[in-house]
């Protein structure tokens, strides 16, 4: 017989390492031609972090984002970046970038000033061109003061910037500490079917809902949940490590089961945009956290289908069987 059942699970995530500095830095330089060089240590490593901090860098500097190129990864050329983990690249790299274009920007808007007739505190930068805020029909490109930047006033236009969250140890004594500057928040719900002769779960269709403070990239912030969920299905129902006197005796994909794309069910995703003031536009992060709510909502489905509780992960069919007979 086959019985289906839906299980929900929430999380909340930090970003960025607990307590210790997790520092980005960041170059920015504007040429002649109006477009933008970005310099940083932070790793794309299939995220699309890269894109997402062009975006940051982009509007930023109040440029198109195709006049933005990035330099990343290389430690002879790129400033400090501490790596690309614990969901912090958006956030702490996205914040060394909007200083470094700040100060590039300060420079740019000390040189238009004197163009548009009123002090830079009055700009405003968008879509390659310098604006007076109240009067926007009063503008000049970017490229044209960046040019009289460097070649008139002798001030090539270049910024620099970083980022370490504020954080704080724990206090032994009163128990206070502050080990991350942000979380991140989500739910996600599981819809699935237990064969109750084989044990065999066959996961329906998961919904995933996930705050990420502002969404650079909505696409990448998608795709970024649905890797999560596919990884999620695995870590719930298929991957074990089998161990023996400490060695791993299934060290093959044919013994370790990775979910494949047909193993994958629709993901319906939901992006809860709530901004955060201390990060860049607004954005925080997404990488681990899409993984975390999908194992527990899927056994929490198994239990509402057939009312065992899975403890011990992957919840395999014969564990599930297992805990169907003791069940009675």
């Known amino acids: 017989m086959k019985k289906r059942g839906k299980g929900v699970a929430w999380m909340f995530y930090p970003i960025g390492f607990t307590a210790y500095a997790n520092p980005s830095a960041a170059f920015v330089k504007v040429n002649q031609d109006g477009s933008a060089v970005v310099w940083t240590g932070a790793t794309d490593v299939g995220q699309g972090s890269t894109t997402a901090l062009a975006q940051i860098a982009a509007d930023a500097l109040g440029i198109p984002v195709e006049l933005v190129t990035m330099v990343t990864s290389d430690t002879l ?19 060394a970038i909007v200083r470094a274009c700040e100060a590039a920007k300060k420079i740019l808007f000390e040189v238009a000033s004197e163009e548009l007739g009123i002090g830079p505190e009055g700009l405003e930068s968008r879509g390659g061109w310098i604006y007076v805020r109240d ?4 503008r000049v490109r970017v490229a044209e003061i960046a040019r009289k930047a460097e070649v008139v006033k002798g001030r090539p236009v270049i910024g620099a910037g ?26 996600q719900v599981a819809e699935v079917e237990v ?44 991957e074990e490590m089998v161990l023996q006197e400490g060695r791993v005796l299934n060290t093959k994909l044919a013994d370790y089961l990775v979910p494949t794309s047909l193993d994958v069910p629709p993901v319906d995703v939901s992006i809860v945009e709530v901004p955060d003031p201390t990060g860049p536009f607004g954005a925080k992060g997404i990488g681990e956290p899409s993984l975390l709510p999908t194992a ?6 198994i239990y509402d289908a057939v009312g065992v509780r899975i403890r011990e992960l992957p919840a395999t069919p014969e564990r599930i069987l297992k805990a169907l007979q003791e069940k009675g």
């Open 296 to 301: 527990p909502a899927i056994v929490n489905a």
């Open 135 to 138: 009067f926007p029909e009063r």
């Open 162 to 187: 970083s980022y370490n969250p504020p954080t704080t140890f724990l206090d032994l004594e009163t128990g206070h500490g502050k080990p991350y500057n942000t979380y991140v928040y989500a739910a």
């Open 195 to 238: 064969d109750t002769e084989t044990g065999e779960v066959k996961v329906l269709r998961i919904t995933a809902v996930h705050d990420c403070g502002r969404a650079i990239n909505p696409l990448l912030v998608e795709g970024q949940v649905e890797g999560g969920v596919a990884m999620g299905i695995g870590y719930a129902l298929t």
């Open 77 to 95: 050329q790129t400033p400090m970046d501490i790596g690309s983990v614990a969901s912090r690249v958006t956030y702490i790299a996205g914040n």
